[in-house]
């Protein structure tokens, strides 16, 4: 019985930061090798950070990832270690995984197939490597092998799937497979969405199953360069079982998940495959043998065990609170920013955010403890003079309540109990006064009154934008990250005011919808996450119809009544910009998914929201850095592009209308 410990490592790495990536992953190294590791699995690109994005040019960025590679070197006797890094050859940059042995580089194994979809954009900076043969490349006067490798480390053989090139349909997985591999290697830079744990799972534990292999998953951690977000999804299968699962979301820096391997099993399994056609020839020139001796070790018979939360029937409201939790942990450090404000209306959506920066001081310290989640802010001097976890959110979070003749007193006293029951500094102020200056010097400059009959938008927007000012000179006063409120179905349709509610260096909810903000709200009120517990205060704001307050108190203004029904409005969003329906066939199909609504509402719906849609794109371009939480995003930058200027579907609305005559004729 041939048995080897393995750890796939989680790292929480940032972009050209070459002194912090070492030290992680030097501290990964460190970690596994006391948890008894032979073979260790660090993450996609975690000597230079995966997005650098146009930075991977860099001829010094090359040259200082290879720098940082020799220093990883002496840090592997005894030991084999994957790392990822860019690898300029050939006149085109590759993204590798180099395999290391007891302080020897072994080689380079080349990603096959880029991710280059959605929120990813390798091709850009990288080449595929689709050659057959082995290149050699030369490193500081040393000559290395580059291709599709198998390496022989003692006895045992190595091969890689580099991220996307498990996901893709011609994989590598097969060919290592025929070639009689026992361990495949999966250094991923994979990012967070909603529900892909599992998918993921399946993936690992599958390809483990169906090539007859071991299979070590490993991936980044956190918020690496301020959008997107990464679990820190290890996982490790053997034979289509499920050897072991890393933690996800957590707030460390370094994760590592180990397991114990039968080799001599997994061998065994593989001889009774069926599709198991072993090759016997051409893979000499493929194949890295090197001297290794692993160590003899004892069975281990440990049973992964899921956290709690992972389980939950409410694991999509978890998800999100420990993604954008840690999301904005990692912004705030990352930035060296020395805390937020936020501009809280005491209605639903800035609640959220509230709510939110409350749950990453909550989770933080109850993973972290409280002196290491101090020491992760130390660059904070405010900080300094925290005594207990409760003192944290007070000196971390700024709540600004700024009212105007049309503000109500349930919104205030919402936004003020709301700031009590989190432990926020709580500020209000007045701007009735600086709206109706404004409104009084354009009406002066215009030599007419401006009143709401005829000047309705213009009105509502000034008083937005007045509160831009006072909130920003707040935040730089604090220097402080100023977080912007809208939410995803808001920046559908453009109902907001650009330089009034989307004012801020960071939008963290603008990738969520507000129906499942307003069931998230509702959750954390009665629930919450498990181990921080829930916020019944919120009740207040979860009874409010949600409202802009901007228009008159006896217009009873409300957003739905302004827009449409949210939940139709993220139906429509997503039949009509994620599924790429016409205005006509989205009529229809919504006609099928919402019967009790009448046509002639239904349809004034749809149209509405296209005209609204395409008229928007503009401030969807403007809107702060959001973070990547599902794969339905409107972030231009990351996910949904749609041009500035088009002409505004008028003549698939003209058809629709059409059809409508002919429908009401019938």
Not at 351 to 369: I, R
Request: aromatic share 8%; glycine share 6%.
């Amino acid at each position: 019985m041939q048995l080897i410990q393995v750890a796939a490592v989680a790292l929480n790495q940032t972009p050209l930061d070459w002194t912090g990536n070492l030290k992680q992953i030097q501290s990964a190294i460190t970690t596994a090798r006391a948890q008894g590791a032979s073979l260790i699995c660090l993450p996609e690109l975690c000597i230079t950070g995966y997005g650098c994005e146009d930075a991977f040019f860099s001829p010094d960025v090359q040259r200082r990832a290879l720098h940082s590679l020799q220093k990883i070197l002496p840090l592997t006797e005894d030991i084999i270690v994957s790392v990822g890094l860019p690898l300029f050859h050939g006149g085109a940059l590759y993204n590798c995984a180099c395999l290391i042995a007891d302080q020897r580089i072994l080689g380079f194994v080349a990603k096959n197939h880029l991710a280059g979809d959605g929120i990813h954009y390798e091709p850009r900076w990288f080449k595929a490597w689709n050659s057959p043969h082995v290149n050699q490349v030369e490193i500081e006067g040393q000559s290395y092998p580059l291709g599709n490798l198998i390496f022989e480390c003692g006895g045992i053989r190595i091969g890689f799937e580099i991220c996307e090139d498990a996901w893709a349909a011609r994989r590598p997985g097969r060919d290592l497979s025929q070639a009689a591999v026992d361990l495949i290697l999966n250094p991923s830079a994979s990012h967070f969405a909603f529900g892909k744990q599992e998918i993921r799972r399946r993936l690992v534990l599958e390809s483990s199953r169906a090539y007859g292999v071991s299979y070590l998953y490993s991936n980044l951690l956190g918020n690496e360069a301020g959008r997107v977000i990464y679990d820190g999804a290890t996982l490790i299968t053997g034979n289509g079982a499920l050897l072991a699962e890393g933690p996800r979301l957590s707030f460390q820096d370094v994760v590592v998940t180990s397991a114990v391997i039968d080799i001599d099993l997994t061998r065994m399994n593989r001889a009774r495959l069926v599709s198991f056609q072993p090759d016997q020839q051409g893979q000499s020139e493929r194949r890295v043998v090197a001297s290794f001796r692993f160590p003899q070790i004892a069975p281990d018979p440990a049973i992964p065990v899921a956290a709690t939360w992972e389980t939950s029937q409410a694991v999509k409201a978890e998800e999100f609170s420990r993604a954008v939790a840690l999301g904005l942990f990692d912004y705030l450090r990352k930035s060296r920013s020395h805390g937020f404000v936020i501009s809280l209306s005491g209605g639903a959506d800035s609640s959220a955010v509230a709510a939110l920066v409350w749950l990453l001081v909550k989770l933080g310290v109850a993973e972290l403890g409280f002196q290491t989640f101090l020491s992760k802010l130390s660059h904070i001097p405010e900080l300094t003079q925290a005594k207990a976890s409760d003192d944290l959110v007070y000196r971390l979070l700024t709540c600004v309540y700024q009212s105007t003749r049309n503000s109500s007193e349930t919104t205030e006293q919402a936004a003020a109990n709301l700031a009590a029951a989190i432990g926020a500094d709580y500020l209000k102020l007045d701007v009735d006064a600086i709206v109706e200056d404004y409104v009084e010097l354009v009406s002066t400059a215009l030599g007419r009154e401006l009143n709401w009959n005829t000047d309705d938008i213009a009105l509502q927007n000034i008083q937005a934008r007045v509160r831009a000012p006072g909130v920003w000179m707040i935040a730089n006063l604090r220097n402080a990250l100023l977080l912007a409120t809208s939410n995803r179905s808001e920046a559908a349709v453009g109902y907001t005011t650009m330089d009034g509610d989307t004012c801020g260096g960071l939008s963290p909810i603008s990738g969520i919808d507000k129906a499942f903000l307003r069931q998230w709200l509702l959750w954390l009120e009665k629930s919450g996450p498990s181990g921080t517990g829930n916020l019944p205060m919120l009740k207040l704001i979860n009874q409010q119809e949600p409202t802009a307050e901007l228009r008159p108190q006896s217009s009873h203004q409300t957003d739905e009544t302004d827009l449409m029904p949210y939940e139709l409005l993220d139906w429509i969003e997503r039949a009509a910009i994620r599924d790429k329906h016409g205005p006509l066939d989205v009529y229809r199909l919504a006609q099928a998914q919402f019967p009790d609504y009448q046509s002639a509402p239904l349809s004034g719906w749809v149209i509405r929201f296209f005209q609204l849609w395409s008229r928007n794109q503009w401030k969807r371009e403007r809107y702060a850095p959001s973070f990547h939480l599902d794969d339905e995003n409107l972030d231009p930058k990351t996910w949904c592009r749609f041009p500035i200027l088009s002409g505004s579907f008028e003549q698939e609305l003209e058809e629709l209308r059409a059809y409508l005559d002919q429908e009401g004729a019938n």
